[in-house]
T-cell receptor
Framework: GAVVSQHPSRVICKSGTSVKIECRSLDFQATTMFWYRQFPKQSLMLMATSNEGSKATYEQGVEKDKFLINHASLTLSTLTVTSAHPEDSSFYICSAHGTSRYEQYFGPGTRLTVT | QKEVEQNSGPLSVPEGAIASLNCTYSDRVSQSFFWYRQYSGKSPELIMS????GDKEDGRFTAQLNKASQYVSLLIRDSQPSDSATYLC???????????FGKGTKLSVKP
C-alpha cells in the first residue's frame, strides 16, 4: 500500500521559534501532497496543496509567510511553522496521492505544542 | 461553498449489529468518494473508496453511492468494539484532487 511518514511525531517549542515538519512518501512518488490541521474535536482543515517543483497553493485564511511549504522532491514535502504562537498548537497531518488519482493516504501526524 | 454533511453522532450500536453511516454532498460534479476511519489522537485511515453508483463491498464494509441523490453511505456488518472511531466522509474537488471532508460521525460499538 501507499505509506506516508511524518517526522517528528510530537514537538514542543517555545513561542517565537520555528518548527519544521517533514512528510515523506515511502513506497511511491507523490507529485502532490496536502497539509491539514486538526484542532481537538474538530474536523480536518486543508491548509495547502504542495506540488513538487512549484509553489504551494494555500487555502483562504492560511498565511503563506507563516506556514512555509517546500516540496523539493517527489517523496518529500516540508511544512515550517515560523514564529510559532500558542494558537498554532494543533495536530498537523500530511497526505499524498497513491496510485489512484484521488485517493489520499495520510501520514501519522505531528502534534505541535507551542508554550 | 461545496459541502459534505454528516451526522456528528455519536452513533451507538451493540456488538454484532450493523452500523449505518450516512453522508450527503453538495457538488453534483464530484466523481470520487471516500470513507476514512480516525481513531482518537490518530490520523485518518482510508477504508473505502467508491466511484460508481451502487454498492461496493470489502470484507465487513459496504459503501453505497447514489449520485442522483448526492448520497453516500457506509455499512459496517458484525460491528466490533474495535470499530469504535470517527468516520469521515470525503469527496473530491478540483483538478488537483483536493478532498472535502465532512465533520465525521463518531461510532461507538458497545460490547
Amino acid at each position: 500500500g501507499a505509506v506516508v511518514s511524518q517526522h517528528p511525531s510530537r514537538v514542543i517549542c517555545k513561542s517565537g521559534t520555528s518548527v519544521k515538519i517533514e512528510c515523506r512518501s515511502l513506497d511511491f512518488q507523490a507529485t502532490t501532497m496536502f497539509w491539514y490541521r486538526q484542532f481537538p474535536k474538530q474536523s480536518l482543515m486543508l491548509m495547502a496543496t504542495s506540488n513538487e517543483g512549484s509553489k504551494a497553493t494555500y487555502e483562504q485564511g492560511v498565511e503563506k509567510d507563516k506556514f512555509l511549504i517546500n516540496h523539493a522532491s517527489l517523496t518529500l514535502s516540508t511544512l515550517t511553522v515560523t514564529s510559532a504562537h500558542p494558537e498554532d498548537s494543533s495536530f498537523y497531518i500530511c497526505s499524498a496521492h497513491g496510485t489512484s488519482r484521488y485517493e489520499q493516504y495520510f501520514g501519522p501526524g505531528t502534534r505541535l505544542t507551542v508554550t | 461553498q461545496k459541502e459534505v454533511e454528516q451526522n456528528s453522532g455519536p452513533l451507538s450500536v451493540p456488538e454484532g449489529a450493523i452500523a449505518s453511516l450516512n453522508c450527503t454532498y453538495s457538488d453534483r460534479v464530484s466523481q470520487s468518494f471516500f470513507w476514512y476511519r480516525q481513531y482518537s489522537g490518530k490520523s485518518p485511515e482510508l477504508i473505502m473508496s467508491i466511484y460508481s453508483n451502487g454498492d461496493k463491498e470489502d470484507g465487513r464494509f459496504t459503501a453505497q453511492l447514489n449520485k442522483a441523490s448526492q448520497y453516500v453511505s457506509l455499512l459496517i456488518r458484525d460491528s466490533q468494539p474495535s470499530d469504535s472511531a470517527t468516520y469521515l466522509c470525503a469527496v473530491n474537488e478540483g483538478s488537483q484532487g483536493n478532498l472535502i471532508f465532512g465533520k465525521g460521525t463518531k461510532l461507538s460499538v458497545k460490547p
